[in-house]
């Protein structure tokens, strides 16, 4: 009697002419001081970051330096730059700026008001978080926009690299908003810490996401 066909589980492979994208969130910023800005950069608030941002960089750069990246992207915004230095040492790679990648623009929020503003649980920052739309802050950006924005520079970078391993450091928003058109979810349905790594699988036909907001190398810091 002939031995019975074995199947086992399907392990997830790359399909050919897919770009897979580490999407990393900035270390944390340096913290806001009222009555003192930080510098502008096309409107934007740029921040460098933190000593523990920057130790959050290391870690990162630790985490990453053993896979076979062969792009490293950043935004026009420092506190991108400064996170991915360590990797890119460590690999001898020259980071690349997508600006579309930048943040989402806060307007009259700019500038570490927006922070101040979660803090104190002002009234359009709750009304922002419960109907999940950036533009309820005066003078921001519309979502339609961002969302379009992100999206252009992410297709940009994963068209540039087929059959590649991409990083690509940029922003809390910017992270959440491709995470949601990845799975369809609601806008602010994903919140990645600072320094952490998520992942998508681009192809021509659809986005997967692989990963999402992994840590473990942040953990193995705070143990020592």
């Known amino acids: 009697m002939p031995e019975p066909k074995v199947f086992p589980q399907i392990r997830f492979e790359r399909p050919p002419g897919a770009t897979e994208i580490l999407l990393v969130r900035h270390g944390e910023s340096e913290p806001v ?21 920057r130790m959050q960089a290391e870690r990162l750069g630790e985490r990453l330096a053993h896979e076979p990246i062969d792009a490293i992207y950043v935004t026009t915004l420092r506190r991108t730059a400064e996170t991915a230095a360590p990797l890119a ?34 009234p359009l920052a709750l ?15 519309k979502d339609a926009a961002f969302t379009a924005r992100v999206r252009v520079g992410l297709e940009r970078v994963a068209t540039a690299h087929p059959d590649q391993l991409v990083v690509v450091v940029a922003h809390g928003g910017t992270i959440g ?48």
Do not use: C, Y
């Open 33 to 53: 001081v009222e009555g003192r800005d930080h510098p502008l950069v096309d409107g934007h608030g740029d921040p460098a970051l933190s000593p523990e941002g």
């Open 127 to 141: 009304r922002m978080m419960t109907e999940q739309s950036w533009e309820v802050i005066p003078g921001a950006e």
């Open 177 to 224: 908003a491709l995470l949601a058109q990845a799975t369809g979810s609601q806008h602010f349905a994903f919140v990645a810490d600072n320094a952490s790594i998520s992942g998508l699988v681009i192809t021509p036909e659809r986005w997967i996401l692989r990963r999402f907001n992994e840590t473990a190398h942040l953990d193995a810091a705070a143990g020592d």
């Open 89 to 122: 040492a460590r690999l001898g790679i020259e980071p690349r700026v997508e600006a579309d990648l930048r943040e989402v623009h806060l307007g009259e929020w700019e500038n570490g008001l927006f922070r101040q503003k979660v803090v104190e649980r002002d």
